[in-house]
């Protein structure tokens, strides 16, 4: 398996743009996660699903961020205006359950840039 | 609500130093406990992972055992190499609840010839 897939590497835009960042998760894995990386706050949970249905989206931000599964092989991180305090790298994660003990498999992130 | 508390970074040491780097958790249930480890520009790698009390986890030569009884999972390494040089992230799941993990702010640790 390629693991979880994300595109684009690196995205930059201008505010007030629409941004879309997209996730294939593993094949077989029922849950996906969406982080967002800071050098102020680390690894911050925005939203994850099971099933493809949302189970916890509280680390959403603002209204500006949402967030789909519209099938078990891709999701979409949507920012709708972008902000400059958006910027960060946002990391999908799958996982193939969701009971604890099995770690997630992340992605090699999107870089986002927002000027 | 669960947290996990690791020591601040950068930590800096010499090829072929001991290493730790401390990790405690806050957990409403029975956590399981996980390292996960960060190369530059690249995604997050689990490094090791414990799923109940006193289960040590070890990979590649690093190791943290689970201690209930100080809610800690301390990282350790007996000899680093340059190529260890990376951010370690500790984290945990909540058994009773899988809410994702909850990770740790990240120690960078580098490595010096």
């Known amino acids: 398996d390629a693991g979880v897939i994300q595109s684009p590497r690196h995205e930059v835009t201008e505010m007030g743009q629409e941004v879309t960042l997209r996730c294939k998760p593993i094949s077989g894995h029922n849950s996906l996660f969406w982080y967002r990386q800071t050098m102020m706050r680390g690894l911050e949970l925005l939203i994850y699903f099971n099933n493809n249905v949302p189970i916890d989206d509280s680390g959403m931000p603002e209204d500006r961020f949402s967030a789909k599964m519209p099938n078990a092989s891709f999701s979409t991180l949507k920012i709708q205006p972008s902000e400059p305090r958006d910027s960060a790298v946002y990391f999908c994660?799958?996982?193939?359950?969701?009971?604890?003990?099995?770690?997630?498999?992340f992605g090699q992130g999107t870089r986002l840039t927002v000027v | 609500g669960n947290s996990v508390t690791q020591m601040e970074g950068p930590v800096t040491l010499s090829e072929e130093a001991f290493l730790t780097i401390n990790c405690t958790y806050t957990a409403t249930g029975y956590p399981s406990l996980f390292w996960y480890v960060q190369y530059p520009g690249e995604g997050l790698q689990l490094l090791l992972k414990?799923?109940?009390?006193?289960d040590k986890g070890s990979n590649k030569g690093f190791e943290a055992t689970y201690r209930k009884e100080t809610t800690s999972f301390h990282l350790e390494k007996g000899s680093v190499q340059v190529s260890d040089s990376a951010v370690y992230f500790c984290a945990l799941i909540d058994g009773g609840g899988a809410d994702g993990l909850t990770f740790g702010k990240g120690t960078h640790l580098i490595i010096q010839p």
């Open positions: 414990a799923t109940k009390a006193d």
């Open positions: 994660a799958s996982s193939p359950n969701r009971v604890g003990g099995t770690e997630a498999f």
